[in-house]
């Protein structure tokens, strides 16, 4: 049967590469990126069903639009893969007043999926990957949720990016019939860094990470990424996280904390409604 893949962050990096895979194996595939031209080009390399939606997924409001957008058009998803994400050196607000690398890589990814649940249960075999930095190794305390407002572009990052294992977990519980993976790539040759404004001692700084860590390819990461999404890997059928070798990675004593793991999850709803952007707590 016919299945439909929806990647968001689909104009350039994993997301892309990730895209072009599963539309060569058959997948209807709805690519969301943010750059036209950029998503032209895409087009050009996708097969057999595919549809390109320009949208800012750093704004919740555009997120709804999009998600609900999808939903009359799909009646089952069986695939969403997250992997929007910027990296940033000073401080940037949406103009809905979120932190734009947490909007960006995980407030828009709660609200995306909360929006879609119900086709993505219709599929038989349901899954989300989230893309982002999985098994970090630090934790969240309440008083990093909700961000707060002085905190930097490099706290919200990370913030974000530990919010994944948090909501893989809390996900999991929740709709056990959804498989959920949250991936760390490692380093994989993508034009994240290079995308950054950056300035002498940033730029030489990411230079050298990419030399002492010799990234992979991007279309070597993004086989293991749709290994994953057909459930060829059976440490993923089995873990949430997942390293940068396709192996699963241990939950620490910081991220099975319930509390945290609750508190997380609601405060994110929280902001959510309070921009009237989630109707019923259907997740
Ligand atoms: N590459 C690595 O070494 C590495 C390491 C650790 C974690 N990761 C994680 O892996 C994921 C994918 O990274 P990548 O390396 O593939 O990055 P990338 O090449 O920069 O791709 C990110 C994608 O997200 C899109 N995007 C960014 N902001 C958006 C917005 N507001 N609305 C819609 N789309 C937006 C980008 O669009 P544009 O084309 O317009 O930029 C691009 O298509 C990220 O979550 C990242 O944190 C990557």
Request: glycine residues 6%.
């Amino acid at each position: 049967m016919e299945k439909t893949a929806i990647v968001v962050g689909a104009s350039d990096g994993i997301g892309k590469q990730t895209a072009i895979e599963l539309s060569k194996i058959g997948y209807t595939v709805v690519g969301i990126g943010r750059n036209k031209a950029k998503l032209s080009q895409l087009a050009k390399q996708l097969q057999g069903k595919f549809e390109t939606i320009q949208a800012d997924m750093s704004l919740l409001s555009t997120t709804a639009q999009v998600a609900t957008q999808i939903l009359e058009h799909y009646a089952q998803i069986d695939l969403i893969i997250h992997t929007a994400d910027v990296l940033l050196i000073k401080r940037q607000e949406t103009s809905e007043g979120h932190e734009l690398t947490l909007a960006t890589n995980y407030l828009s990814r709660f609200l995306f999926n909360a929006i879609l649940l119900d086709s993505l249960k219709k599929s038989p075999a349901p899954r989300i990957i989230h893309v982002a930095a999985a098994g970090m190794p630090f934790k969240l305390n309440v008083k990093d949720f909700p961000l707060p407002q002085s905190a930097s572009s490099f706290k919200g990052h990370t913030v974000g990016q530990l919010a994944n294992d948090y909501y893989g977990i809390m996900f999991s519980l929740k709709h056990p019939t959804v498989k959920i993976n949250v991936l760390n790539p490692g380093m994989v040759n993508t034009n994240i860094r290079k995308k950054t404004e950056s300035n002498f001692l940033v730029s030489m700084v990411m230079k050298m990470m990419e030399r002492i860590a010799k990234p992979v390819g991007v279309e070597a990461y993004s086989h293991s990424v749709v290994d994953i999404a057909l459930g060829k890997n059976q440490e993923a059928n089995r873990t949430i996280l997942i390293n940068s070798k396709g192996k699963g990675i241990k939950l620490s004593k910081g991220l099975q904390n319930t509390a945290i793991q609750e508190h997380i999850w609601e405060q994110t709803e929280q902001l959510i409604k309070d921009q009237k952007l989630l109707k019923t707590t259907n997740q």
